[in-house]
């Protein structure tokens, strides 16, 4: 972020964040939404999703 911020800068960042995180979510790698001690936006998340993905697809799965 910079000093000469935008409400339109702001808001393109604040929706492309948006767009990566809906896509994790479509993966199922975060779980869910929480505010830490200050009130800031965390999430949690599968620290495993990926590698047993994979482990699945190698075993014969399908994902």
Sequence with gaps: M???QTDDRALAEVEAAQRVINH???ENFVTDFCHDERGLLGFCY???CFADR???LADGDTA
């Design 54 to 56: 994979a482990k699945r």
């Design 24 to 26: 994790y979510i479509g």
């Design 46 to 48: 599968d620290p495993h």
């Design 2 to 4: 910079t000093d000469n």
